[in-house]
């Protein structure tokens, strides 16, 4: 087997590479750039669409609309109005939440939203009424724009933006 070296590094926080060489030939050369760039909804709240496969009252599937800022949704609970009660939701694929646990009545969700290396709870009261359907968007009545935390103590003070 002859030479085989490899060299992995990043140039940026967004770009890293990985370059492997068997005896003076190119084998792979991989490259990842991102930049997470905020979405602003500044006049629309955060909307929950009930998925067409929801099917009152066994099964609900919600997708979350008009997420605006820096932000990823990692987690996601349900309760009826006025109960402490919460259940999980799964991430089912892509953004799309759902459970087989649904409780009766109308229904508020918590979300728990991360912004660069730190989360935070965003709870809205009153969501879906009791009488909700598939295929319909409403609206949550909470907004999200939080813009992500640098990551590094020196240029990062700790509170959302």
């Not at 939440?97 to 969700?109: C, K």
């Amino acid at each position: 087997m002859g030479n085989r070296s490899s060299s992995k590094g990043t140039v940026s926080p967004c770009l890293n590479f990985l370059v492997i060489d068997l005896n003076d030939q190119l084998l792979i050369l991989f490259s990842i750039a991102w930049n997470r760039v905020p979405c602003d909804y500044t006049k629309k709240n955060l909307g929950v669409r009930v998925e067409e496969m929801s099917q009152k009252p066994n099964y609900l599937a919600v997708k979350f609309l008009y997420q605006g800022g820096q932000t990823e949704i990692v987690g996601v609970d349900v309760a009826q109005v006025g109960s402490a009660n919460w259940n999980f939701m799964s991430r089912n694929y892509g953004a799309v939440w759902d459970t087989s646990r649904v409780p009766s009545g109308a229904l508020q969700f918590r979300v728990v939203v991360t912004s660069g290396y730190d989360g935070k709870w965003i709870w809205a009261k009153n969501v879906l009424p009791a009488d909700w359907k598939a295929g319909v968007i409403y609206d949550s009545g909470v907004q999200i724009s939080e813009i992500a935390q640098e990551g590094c103590s020196p240029c990062d003070d700790g509170t959302w933006k």
